[in-house]
């Protein structure tokens, strides 16, 4: 199970990597995607077991481990349902229909006159044979095609599906990495300087080795760090330690400057324009700040290494983990665990090589813990993002000129990568949805002075934040009803529709009436179309209420529309915290934002009142992502809101009055 | 210097030996293996390893062992009786108020506390008593839904 060649065609899969059944009589189902609370794990299961006519609790789905699932590039960018479920979906319909061919071999009656129900398939005249007696002798195998039919999945609208984790979390049950008990266990942490790539001048390791519980002090050219009996030891004997650090030699690249999009005559059009605005918005670093600091447990044994992690990207941390010990890839085995919130923190595999590399020299398994405050210090941070916006307007408010500038840093782990990747990642979203006869939109990318990579939505949060918010600074100058000026310049009948949507359910039109600050946003983030309304309070100088949210989404036809609905909720609450609370303090080169005291995000006490989701879900239209969308547009309109409570554009964030 | 102590934990009485500095979280995790008390940032800020002493819920990460000697210490895995979810738990269940579930159980522990206290709280004070507990995956509206379905179950 190796990656793919690079250009490569996606080859055909085979059904025995994706579709097997067990004994007993379990579907398995396996995805090299993992779960971290969006719900895929429950969103595959249902697919599996709709088209293979069982109930949902006869589907195991294996999830992310490198020995049983196929190749994958990682979990991130909304992909997994609508890639990686299409993918579970044809192999489960092909699978079917495999059974059904054995089936009709076996009772000698045509396909045509057998159904399967609860994993049995049943001829008419009574005589039925299971999935497990058509399977005992020869696995499921053969070259996954295409098949017509197939019943889908049909979200009602009361949907009740639990999520398939939802047991083990309220009981406490579920095992995260620091919950991986081994025979022989030991704790490690690693001596880190002020930034992940500052280099020791000097160690001294004073009483460590001595020190109460000790068990050994790992010197690896720079790399130093302890392991203990104890976590708390482990911590004591690093914290007796001393090192003089220097900043990294070199500058981290060079700055790369693209043309994302550009259509004549944006000079021209602004020459003639009857009215031109420009406005410049900032939005500085932040931390993912999840609730489970990094950790991870690894097990290096001579001829095998075993990883129990949590990690976006398994198949990727196994090549890490070969590399760093030098061991043949199908010698390294990464497990992932039951994983904290992830929001893009888990693309860069810190914990799980620092466990390796010590796990390696002790000869027990290790587990390394790192604590809120490396976490804070260490960890890649969500780049910061400038975006300057200069657009004319004739003497109709219709936009005939855009120029649009985004300066930002790399949101890719390991450097900025060609320029179509940077495109895709750092220029997420920087080219407006809207019609404009003349725009120009240019991206520069240069390296923080922090290390940066990926955050939910890469530069789309960022850039919609711009957007949206200049879009409502045009309405504005023009005398326009926002949503009625975004309309205007919409071509995209989808994008048209959310914006209705929540048009119509947060009773727009009366706002003023009511006397309610609303601001809207809207968005088009991988083929899903979202648009949200904020609504916000003023209780008192100085201080901004998020009291309720709106949000239509149309993301084709839903899977888990319960499911679906948490995350766009989710993202929404999420964004709100990031859009009005953070903001990372960087001092000499690193970050100097120490605890949650230092970094408010938000608590209960924040949240909206109440958050209307409303799906499109057109079942014909195939499933496009849920994990993302609901950040993007919430600072827009946010921002959008406090200018229609109080007079003030706040340009930057956090939003503060 | 060790701590030699006994602390009841979940109706059971278990005798201790531990380092003194150890957090009563530590203790929880490692030397009594009840790993549902979560590490989320050790200063008593993020409410990820909120336990209940004598009822009332606090944070495991700033308590030693000698502090709760002689104290009814409940977790996550002692609230379920005999197999039956406590009420709290079958909310949170209903209302799918999780995703990657790592703050749940702190925010189950304290809705708990909250509800022995006060059976029918407004959602002022629902969110003041979950106000504790930092959630990044944002449910915290699933989570007030939560306590006052459990509340009216158990009112």
Known sequence: MTAPAPGSEPKPERVETRIAVARDGTVLAFSGKVEYGQGIRTGFARIVAEELHVSIDRVRVELGDTDTAPWDMGTFGSMSTAVDGAALRKAAIFAHALLLERASERLGVETAQLHSEHGIVCAADGRRVTFTELTQKNALTGEVTALPGGRGVRGPATDVTLRLEALEIVTGARRYPADVRLPGLVYGAVLHGPRIDARPESIQENSARAMPGVLAVVRDGDFCGVVA???????????????????????????????????????????????????????????????????????????????????????????????????????????????????????????????????????????????????????PARPIVDVTIRAGLDASGRIVAWRSSSRTNPFTYGGAGDSRVLAMTSGRNAVAAYSVEAMEVMLHVQPAAIRTGAFRSLAAAPNIFAIESFMDELAAQCGQDPISFRLRHLDDPRLARVLELVHRRSRWGERERDGRALGVACAVYHGTYVAQIAEIRVPSPGSVRFERAWCAVDAGRLVHPDGARNQIEGGIQHAASCAMFEELTIADGGVATATLRDYPIAATVDAPAEIDVAFVDDPAIASTGIGEPGFVPTAAALANAIFAATGKRLRDLPLSI | MRALVSITVNGSVRDLDVPEEASLLSVLREDLDLTGTRFGCGQGICGACYVLVDGEAHPACRLRVEDVAGKDVATIEGLARDGELHPVQRAFLEEDAMQCGYCTSGMIVSAVALLRASPNPGDEEIRAALAPHLCRCGIYLRAVRAVRRAAGRTA
């Open chain 1, 229 to 379: 009996e104890r976590q708390e030891q482990a911590l004591a004997a690093i914290a007796a330690m001393h090192a003089a650090w220097r900043a990294p030699q070199q500058a981290a690249g060079a700055p790369t400057d693209l043309t994302l999009y550009a259509r004549d005559g944006v000079d021209r059009a602004l020459a003639g324009a009857a009215r031109v605005h420009e406005a410049a918005y900032h939005v500085p670093h932040i931390a993912h700040a999840a609730m489970c600091p990094s950790v991870a447990v690894a097990d290096v044994r001579d001829v095998a290494a075993d990883l129990y992690v949590a990690t976006q990207r398994p198949f990727g941390l196994r090549d890490e983990v070969a590399q760093a010990l030098g061991m043949a890839i199908e010698s390294v085995h990464i497990h992932p665990q039951a994983m904290g919130g992830m929001f893009g923190r888990g693309g860069m595999n810190d914990a799980p090589l620092e466990a390796a590399r010590l796990s390696r020299v002790v000869g027990r398994p290790v587990r390394v813990q790192w604590t809120r405050e490396e976490e804070f210090r260490l960890s």
